[in-house]
């Protein structure tokens, strides 16, 4: 089955659904008139150039431009990270990396390798939408996590310090910052993959099947998407927790102003 | 023995001088009050003591150790840093008196349930508080829970920032007592006069100095 396609002038009909919110919005005062216009605005250029840059790299489909792609966003995700919770770039930016990597490479190497188990492992038809719906989702858990993480041990340090003095080391002392951040980052994932297919029909399926995929292959890929979203998500704000705790205090136990640009 | 000495400390936040040319040493037994209005920086001496607040310039000796990198895991076995209000850390009264014994430094110190109770009664603390919830302890209660747990690992060393402010009767006279005994060593930042007895050295805040009374 061909997927119709959409032209502009088609697509520009769509802009019509933001009329009557955007109108109201504008009627009530509610001050986010012009970010939402903005907003749209960035989105459909953003998209538009993801969709002349993504189109040559799957003309080329190169292995290594495509590695290199996904590096690429990885870099970027990772930045966007720390810099949404203004935290210091030269502290913590290559211990986050490290955790992010080691988990993107393993979540997308089981993915590839033993769920889609394409001949062309390097494909970018594959490679690069999968790479970045676990990448998008890993950055959300990185900037949830960390936010909590570090935004809680500088709010109310109490914990922490009490548990210092105890005798506790610098990890031993932000274990229940490390669990709450952990708890918070997961929880809205879980809440929305235990309503998909009652309340949310997701994104990944929805695409397969005006692709023409069948219901039931489409609903596979996307219980396997969710549970490697899930698991990179948790994984990688884990990792990067841990691994930027390690540069995040002194000597002392104290931690780091310069951890907060 | 001295175990608390302060040389020429210099203390500093946000770049604003709080105090300078800090000096003071206290022995094994001794106790030392130190008064002064809000914001002079009598806290942040306590903190800096404990290794929570850089101190710009000096040097902080404790029991024998000068405040660094390398000893400030055995100094922070040492002393006991009870604050006006003290965090239990845990969802009842006998999480919170273990919790330093889930800590590897303390792991194999667990102290038994005879010793539990026998600091219990020593600041006058009823056997049941064990199973309570401890967000149903009062104030005067978490004080001395907080002692309690310095008691059982062993801390004869104390910084107190103003710990009997908010005590009831009964509870300042228990505190009072306990660290008024010839074995602890006391620092303490109050404004209570019957912290103040006849064996403790005044201290008080001026002009960004630490000044003795006589």
Known sequence: MDVPGIDNLSLLWSYLLLVIPLWLAWKWEL???????????????????????????????????????????????????????????RLLFLPTLAGNLLVFVVTLGVFMLLVVRHADFFDARFLIPIGGMLLGNTMRGNIIALEHFYGSLRRDPGTYVTRLLLGATPAEASQPYLHEAMRLTVMPHIASVATVGIVSMPGMMTGQMLAGELPMGAIKYQIAMLIAVFSSMFLAAALSVLFSRARAFDAYGRLKPEVFR | MKLIELEQVVLKRGGQLLLEEVNLTLRAGEQAVIRGPSGCGKSSLLAAVAGLLPV?????????????????????????????????????????????????????????????????????????????????I????????????????GKDIFLADEITSALDAESRQAVLTLLGRPEFTLLAVAHDPEFITARSRNYRVENRHLLAEE
């Open chain 1, 31 to 89: 001050g986010i008139t012009s970010r939402a216009l903005l907003a749209v605005f960035r989105m459909t250029l953003q998209l538009y150039l993801m969709g002349f840059y993504l189109g040559w790299i799957f003309r080329l489909n190169s292995p290594w431009l495509n590695l290199g792609w996904l590096a690429v966003m990885l870099l970027v995700a990772n930045g966007a990270a720390l810099r949404q919770r203004r935290l210091s770039y």
């Open chain 2, 56 to 136: 710009d310039s000096g040097r902080i000796v404790l029991a024998g150790k000068t405040l660094g990198p390398d000893s400030i895991q055995a100094i922070r076995g040492r002393i006991a840093f009870i604050g006006q209000e003290p965090l239990l850390g845990a969802e009842t009264v006998r999480g919170a008196l273990l919790l330093p014994f889930t800590f590897r430094a303390h792991r194999r110190t667990l102290p038994d349930e005879a010793r539990i109770r026998q600091v219990l009664t020593e600041l006058r603390l009823p056997e049941t508080v064990l199973e309570r919830a401890a967000d149903q």
């Open chain 2, 138 to 153: 009062s104030g005067g209660e978490k004080q001395r829970l907080a002692i309690a747990r310095a008691l059982l690992l």
